[in-house]
């Protein structure tokens, strides 16, 4: 395998204006169908289906046009700006939407087949695609307000996910999301507030090529910054997350810790640039980067529940990401985009498997589990692919992730970094052994009075559809990698200021 990366490949400017929309207005029209078919569930559910695959459909054309053209752009009724509405897809965006729409579509399948769920079917398939509609124009929005307006967009629909469930404790642990947000809209308001007063304009393109200067400058970077690592769950504004993530059924759970987090950290790879400058400020976001990776790791091997494992894990994993913005060069963040496309897949099948390991033991306490690997092989398999994977274990995607990013901080000669992250992703691979042991090889518990329930095929199917993209981005990663290099290419306006343009 190639690792240079002194050669990216070179897109075109094209305008796309149908493309550039078409992803939010499939997930808009996908939304005001299921309500409408509310009063059918079977019908909402195909209907539902039918918009996840339409939507899965108009990401991949959308970003077979990026590879082919370059990145398309649009203004929403013709409005330039700074008036108007700008809607620009990238490589960046356009692989993070792809990969969205795929988790989207995987949720679905699942919570369409789950007949026994505890939440409103009626409310659940039009709240899923409103928030992929948040996701999506997230991704899209050239505009810092309107990224703002996405952001509320996500948090609307997200809440209204967590208290649609009849259970007091997930009802409360709703509370634990949605107060530090409401914290971070404010801080992202107040930003919004002083990067206009600072340049007059929110566009992303008026503000990467502000000269910016002088304390309020200054401040609107770090209010940003704050509201995106509190989105994105990094040190120390994560506690909020494994309790909320893990109270979340399995449909809802695998979309919230595939794409949440991951939003909140596209933003930080889309802004930081703007606001700060190699040296003092890369430090401070290195130091936070790797307090994230130690302190997830370490919530998650003092865990019994493997929801809440998880949880941790999906902080942890952050802090990588952030470690790749942290170094700032063209090879770290070809490597922190690869890092971010392959999680998304992973930790999205994962909540599905934890799903998959309570439907059928009927909990997913640790010390409650044992000898599925022999009632249910298959599902043992289901967790062994993304379970090596987020481990880091070779041939499979999180093999080569953390491969390029190991090799890009020993470049840089971060070698305290290097280290870090190679005891974390031990100690990533003791959890994930742990729940292996007690919940599969391990006897099944003496208190364990019944039987394994049968686990459906039609529920295991989008657990093996993410576990094969798992498996062949392993095997051909050269794909994602020339991607990866072409989204940065398309961020270097933005963070030529970290000496990060290749």
């Given at each position: 395998?190639?690792?240079?990366?002194?050669?990216?490949?070179?897109?075109?400017?094209?305008?796309?204006?149908?493309?550039?929309?078409?992803?939010?207005?499939?997930?808009?029209?996908?939304?005001?169908?299921?309500?409408?078919?509310?009063?059918?569930?079977?019908?909402?559910?195909?209907?539902?289906?039918?918009?996840?695959?339409?939507?899965?459909?108009?990401?991949?054309?959308?970003?077979?046009?990026?590879?082919?053209?370059?990145?398309?752009?649009?203004?929403?009724?013709?409005?330039?700006?700074?008036?108007?509405?700008?809607?620009?897809?990238?490589?960046?965006?356009?692989?993070v939407i792809f990969v969205a729409s795929l988790i989207g579509l995987a949720a679905l399948l699942w919570a369409s087949q789950d007949s026994k769920t505890c939440w409103q079917p009626k409310n659940y398939?039009?709240?899923?695609?409103?928030?992929?509609?948040?996701?999506?124009?997230?991704?899209?929005?050239?505009?810092?307000?309107?990224?703002?307006?996405?952001?509320?967009?996500?948090?609307?629909?997200?809440?209204?996910?967590?208290?649609?469930?009849?259970?007091?404790?997930?009802?409360?642990?709703?509370?634990?999301?949605?107060?530090?947000?409401?914290?971070?809209?404010?801080?992202?308001?107040?930003?919004?507030?002083?990067?206009?007063?600072?340049?007059?304009?929110?566009?992303?393109?008026?503000?990467?090529?502000?000269?910016?200067?002088?304390?309020?400058?200054?401040?609107?970077?770090?209010?940003?910054?704050?509201?995106?690592?509190?989105?994105?769950?990094?040190?120390?504004?994560?506690?909020?997350?494994?309790?909320?993530?893990?109270?979340?059924?399995?449909?809802?759970?695998?979309?919230?810790?595939?794409?949440?987090?991951?939003?909140?950290?596209?933003?930080?790879?889309?802004?930081?640039?703007?606001?700060?400058?190699?040296?003092?400020?890369?430090?401070?976001?290195?130091?936070?980067?790797?307090?994230?990776?130690?302190?997830?790791?370490?919530?998650?091997?003092?865990?019994?529940?493997?929801?809440?494992?998880?949880?941790?894990?999906?902080?942890?994993?952050?802090?990588?990401?952030?470690?790749?913005?942290?170094?700032?060069?063209?090879?770290?963040?070809?490597?922190?985009?690869?890092?971010?496309?392959?999680?998304?897949?992973?930790?999205?099948?994962?909540?599905?498997?934890?799903?998959?390991?309570?439907?059928?033991?009927?909990?997913?306490?640790?010390?409650?589990?044992?000898?599925?690997?022999?009632?249910?092989?298959?599902?043992?398999?289901?967790?062994?692919?993304?379970?090596?994977?987020?481990?880091?274990?070779?041939?499979?995607?999180?093999?080569?992730?953390?491969?390029?990013?190991?090799?890009?901080?020993?470049?840089?000669?971060?070698?305290?970094?290097?280290?870090?992250?190679?005891?974390?992703?031990?100690?990533?691979?003791?959890?994930?052994?742990?729940?292996?042991?007690?919940?599969?090889?391990?006897?099944?518990?003496?208190?364990?009075?019944?039987?394994?329930?049968?686990?459906?095929?039609?529920?295991?199917?989008?657990?093996?559809?993410?576990?094969?993209?798992?498996?062949?981005?392993?095997?051909?990663?050269?794909?994602?990698?020339?991607?990866?290099?072409?989204?940065?290419?398309?961020?270097?306006?933005?963070?030529?200021?970290?000496?990060?343009?290749?």
């Amino acid at each position: 395998m190639d690792f240079r990366l002194d050669n990216p490949p070179h897109h075109s400017n094209a305008s796309g204006v149908m493309l550039a929309s078409a992803p939010i207005l499939v997930a808009l029209c996908a939304a005001l169908v299921c309500l409408l078919a509310r009063g059918s569930v079977r019908r909402q559910q195909r209907l539902s289906i039918a918009g996840g695959v339409v939507l899965l459909l108009v990401s991949s054309a959308t970003l077979l046009a990026v590879v082919q053209s370059g990145p398309l752009h649009t203004a929403v009724g013709d409005w330039r700006a700074p008036t108007g509405i700008d809607m620009r897809i990238d490589s960046l965006s356009a692989i993070v939407i792809f990969v969205a729409s795929l988790i989207g579509l995987a949720a679905l399948l699942w919570a369409s087949q789950d007949s026994k769920t505890c939440w409103q079917p009626k409310n659940y398939h039009a709240l899923h695609h409103f928030l992929m509609f948040g996701v999506v124009g997230a991704l899209c929005t050239a505009d810092l307000f309107n990224l703002y307006v996405w952001f509320e967009v996500m948090l609307i629909a997200s809440f209204a996910l967590l208290t649609s469930h009849t259970d007091p404790d997930r009802r409360r642990s709703a509370v634990f999301y949605v107060v530090p947000s409401l914290l971070g809209s404010v801080c992202f308001l107040l930003g919004v507030a002083l990067v206009y007063g600072n340049t007059g304009a929110l566009s992303f393109e008026a503000i990467g090529s502000a000269s910016g200067g002088g304390p309020s400058w200054q401040v609107a970077g770090a209010l940003l910054c704050v509201a995106f690592l509190a989105k994105a769950g990094a040190f120390p504004l994560f506690l909020w997350l494994p309790r909320a993530y893990a109270a979340a059924p399995a449909a809802i759970g695998c979309v919230f810790a595939a794409l949440l987090t991951k939003v909140g950290v596209y933003a930080l790879y889309r802004s930081h640039g703007w606001f700060f400058a190699s040296g003092q400020d890369s430090s401070v976001l290195l130091a936070i980067a790797l307090f994230t990776m130690v302190a997830g790791v370490l919530g998650a091997a003092a865990q019994t529940e493997i929801r809440y494992i998880l949880s941790f894990h999906i902080v942890s994993q952050v802090g990588y990401m952030l470690l790749a913005l942290a170094l700032g060069t063209a090879q770290a963040l070809a490597a922190g985009v690869f890092y971010l496309a392959h999680h998304i897949i992973v930790k999205g099948n994962l909540f599905l498997v934890a799903g998959a390991i309570r439907k059928v033991a009927g909990s997913t306490t640790l010390t409650a589990l044992g000898g599925l690997v022999r009632s249910h092989p298959y599902l043992a398999l289901g967790f062994a692919v993304p379970a090596l994977s987020l481990a880091g274990v070779p041939p499979l995607s999180g093999f080569w992730a953390k491969l390029l990013l190991l090799k890009a901080a020993l470049d840089a000669e971060f070698y305290f970094a290097a280290g870090v992250a190679l005891v974390v992703g031990l100690l990533t691979s003791y959890s994930m052994l742990k729940i292996w042991v007690a919940a599969f090889w391990g006897p099944v518990p003496k208190a364990f009075s019944g039987t394994h329930r049968r686990f459906a095929w039609s529920l295991a199917a989008p657990i093996a559809l993410l576990a094969l993209v798992t498996v062949s981005i392993g095997v051909w990663p050269n794909a994602l990698l020339s991607l990866s290099t072409g989204a940065v290419e398309d961020l270097a306006p933005s963070l030529s200021n970290l000496g990060a343009a290749p």
